[in-house]
């Protein structure tokens, strides 16, 4: 069983930045593709980033190319996600996501297994 943990949200003003972690423990960190998603309330968890298991493939939604870029540190088990420009669309609570061993880092909720609680970013105009 994974278990993963988010740290890192907060408050912070249009323009500015923020990075999110995620702590990994409990299975083979590097052999899963890894992923952060974000949810407002009342709408459908979306798709932020994700990243292959060995860091060489990246995939970003559309309005977070050349804003956001996920990395990963496999002997460190964690993924971060840095957030630069942010704006205030970009508020939501950001949930880390891993897939089964040798998953594809997929765009849908569906390619996921295991999930952190979330952190909450709010980005103030």
């Known amino acids: 069983q994974v278990q993963l943990v988010e740290s890192g949200g907060g408050l912070v003003q249009a323009g500015g930045s923020l990075s999110l972690s995620c702590a990994a423990s409990?299975?083979?960190?590097?052999?899963?593709?890894m992923a952060w998603f974000r949810q407002v309330p009342g709408k459908e968890r979306e798709f932020a980033a994700s990243?292959?298991?060995?860091?060489?493939?990246?995939y970003y939604t559309d309005s977070a190319k050349g804003r956001f870029t996920i990395s990963r540190d496999n002997a460190k088990n964690t993924v971060s996600l840095q957030m630069n420009s942010l704006k205030p669309e970009d508020t939501a609570a950001y949930y880390c996501?891993?897939?089964?061993?040798?998953?594809?880092?997929?765009?849908?909720?569906?390619?996921?297994?295991?999930w952190g609680q979330g952190t909450q970013v709010t980005v103030s105009s």
């Open positions: 990243i292959s298991w060995n860091g060489g493939n990246t």
């Open positions: 996501a891993a897939s089964v061993p040798g998953g594809w880092p997929g765009r849908s909720t569906n390619y996921y297994d295991y």
């Open positions: 409990g299975g083979t960190f590097s052999s899963y593709a």
